[in-house]
Structure formats: C-alpha cells, structure tokens
C-alpha cells in the first residue's frame, strides 16, 4: 500500500518531545524521516529516566517510532559536507534547537534556500520572534504558563497549576506537523519552499482560546455565569480558576463512585446538559426535579449545583465508575469513567484501534506506545520501534555516494559514531549541542 506521505524526506534535526513528535507523526503517514543527532549520546532522551540499564528509554522510544537514525558531528567539515547533501535532496528539515543555533552551525535559512529553494523548514521555539520572552529558556511547563492554560487550571483557592497532558511540547510538535502539511501543499502550486515556525507559547494558546473568550465576556458583564463562583462568589478583572466545572455552559464535575476511599481514580465526570434534563432526573432516580421551579432551568440550578452534584453523588455510592456509566449510557448523559494509565496502557478497546500498541524493539524487547489518534478509512499506520543510535548510518551515506572505506575513515575522524549499532561513544568534539528541552536557549 502506498501511504500518503511515501517519497516524502524529512530531515529530523529534533530531539525531547515537541520536535520529534511532529516528525514521528509524519512518518507514521508515510515520510522517509532520518533523524540526525549527535555523536557523543544522540537524543538526550535515550537515556532520561532509563528503566532498563544501556537501554534507549521509554522518553525515546515513544517519540521516535518509524525513523532511522544517523550519528553525525555537524561540527567537522565532512559532517556539514553531509548534512549539505541531505539537505539537497529532502523535501524537509525540522528542528527544534534554541534561537540562533543552526545559524552558529552555518546553516541559516538563507543557506538553506540557496542549497534547496523547494526545502520547508520548520522549526518550534518558545515563544516567537517578536515576543520580549524570545531570549528564555521554555520547557513544557514554562510554556502552559506562559500560554494561559495554568492561570485558568485548578482550584480558585489554589495556585495555578500545569496540565499532565504536553500542551506546550507534544501540542506544538503537532501544530507544526498541520504547518509542514500546509507549505508542502502550497510548494505543489509554487515549486517554492518556506520556513514554518510554531513558538509553544502561541500552540498553548490556540488550546485556551475559550479561555480568551471568557475573559473577553467578563469585561463586558463582570461575571461568568457557567463557573463555580457564580452567583454566590466574587469575580475580578480575570478569568479565575474553575476546577473541574464544564466551562462550555454545560454544567460539569467529576465525582466519586463506589470505592473512591481507596482508589484515586474511582470517578466518573458526570455533565448535566440543560436539554436532557428529563432524562437526567430520571437517570439518578429524582423525576420530582423535572418540573420543580428550583431545579427545572439552568439559572435556578446554578446557585445550588454543587448540592444537586452531591446528590448524584450519593447515588453513584453503591455503584463502580463502570457500573454508573452502564446506567447512564441509555439516557444520553455525557459521561466517562477516570481512567488511569494503567486502564488505559491495558484498555483491549484502546489496543484493538491501535490508539496503544506494542512494538518490538531490539534493545528492550518491545514496549507499548502510543499509536496514531488520527484513523483513516484507507489505511492504518504501521508503528515500527525506534531507531538505535546512528542505526542506519552506513545506509544513508552509502545512498549519498560513500564507499565503505569513506565511511569507515569518517568513523575514526570522529565524524560518525566510531562503532555502528547504537553504541553510544562519549567524547568533547561535538555539534553544536542539542538543547534539553524543546524551544529553551543556550
């Protein structure tokens, strides 16, 4: 089958989270993508919190699925004469280093049009060129701050508080995979290439664009009618914290279930929605506030909502989170059990859509990763596991037109990785050095 992607060469010149998410997408869809890293260790995550001793972590491997890898120190001249061939023949290059440094390796965006007018370049950073912040080193958390998801997350009496999910990595990693799309599509009308930039803080916010839209309201009406606070608390002049309610004008909370005392994740979130409100009396066992004045609108329930949620609550008692979402399902509630990763890393639902898969490795044995969330009718993505250090190296030299023995000197010149198969060999000579997290500055 040809996938939609095949033909497609892909520079992966990232490494932690949002660059290689973005690549590992598109090679997922059918890219040939090389990963190019550095000589003295590769990605960082290889070996960030190892679970196996020698072992490429889980941090790696869940991030890199479907590439090759290629060790090469850009710092050489024989490896910039490498890296200038690759960029000759592919249809892209992404990275994700700090501002400034593929410049101090020689590669400036005006090089690279020079070497390859049809090349798309795209890049994640922190926080874009105009920002004063463009100077700061951002790690995912630095970048759910700045993007607004932590001062709108947690509890109002509560400090702000980061999401689990990588909304300032991961998230950008994939806005950047929507941009690459789009200038590939657009090279298909111009024949030209371009540079495609995401800064994390501006992926976090396209995220919290509802947020926006309620601090827009609260400074026309001074309050927000669908949170927490209202009508019996007090509002500022900025969009508070609403711990688990809705948000989108359809009342919601999570709620415990039979067995919460001992198991943090026994809890469903439970939504109220204003025209099921029939069938959701009938659900819980109080038909008397289908038509009661106190409980038949949205506005007579909001200023006791959290009494009416204590009484679901004492329904759910007898009842597991799967045992309440059984009982729901049929009247139309919007609901779902707290899943933790251990359900989810074992859900035969999530493994039969390939949303979890396992994966061989020749190092670990396997390992389970995150499959494609995106499905299509033509074809599903083959997940492969990820590349070892410099793997494919003599493969993708020997396609650029070295010989053997090129390539067994550019081993002892330190220009490769001195013994093939992932061993990693540790050494000062390097390229310029690959950041620690996606977007931060050295």
Known sequence: MTLPLEGIKVIDFTQVQAGPACTQQLAWFGADVLKVERVDG???????????????????????????????????????????????TADVL????????????????????????????????????????SDLKVYENVAQCAGGAASTTGFWDGPPTVSAAALGDSNSGMHLAIGILTALIGRQKTGKGQKVSVAMQDAVLNLCRVKLRDQLRLERVGYLEEYPQYPNGTFTDVVPRGGNAGGGGQPGWVLKCKGWETDPNAYIYFTIQE?????????IGKPEWINDPAYSTARARQSHIFQIFGDIEKWLADKTKYEAIDKLRPYGIPCAPVLSMKEIAYDPAL???ASIVEVP???????????????????APEITGSPLLGEHTDEVLTGLGYSSDQIAKMRQANVLLKSA???????QDSQEPVLAESGSKK
């Open 361 to 379: 490795h020749k190092q670990r044995g396997s390992y389970l990763t995150v499959g494609s969330p995106i499905k299509f009718s033509d074809f």
């Open 42 to 88: 590769g990605d960082i995550t290889r070996r960030q919190l190892r679970d196996i001793p020698n072992a490429d972590a889980l941090y790696f491997t869940q991030l890199n699925s479907n590439k090759k890898s290629l060790a090469l120190n850009t710092k050489t001249p024989k490896g910039k004469e490498i890296l200038e061939k690759l960029i000759r």
């Open 421 to 427: 198969g992932g061993v990693v060999q540790t050494h």
């Open 94 to 133: 992404v990275e994700n280093f700090g501002p400034g440094a593929m410049d101090r390796m020689g590669f400036t965006w005006e090089h690279i049009q020079e070497l390859n007018p049809r090349l798309i370049y795209g890049t994640v950073k922190g926080f874009n060129d105009q920002s004063p912040y």
């Open 351 to 353: 493994r039969a859509s």
């Open 275 to 283: 025209q099921d409100w029939g069938p959701t009396c009938q659900a």
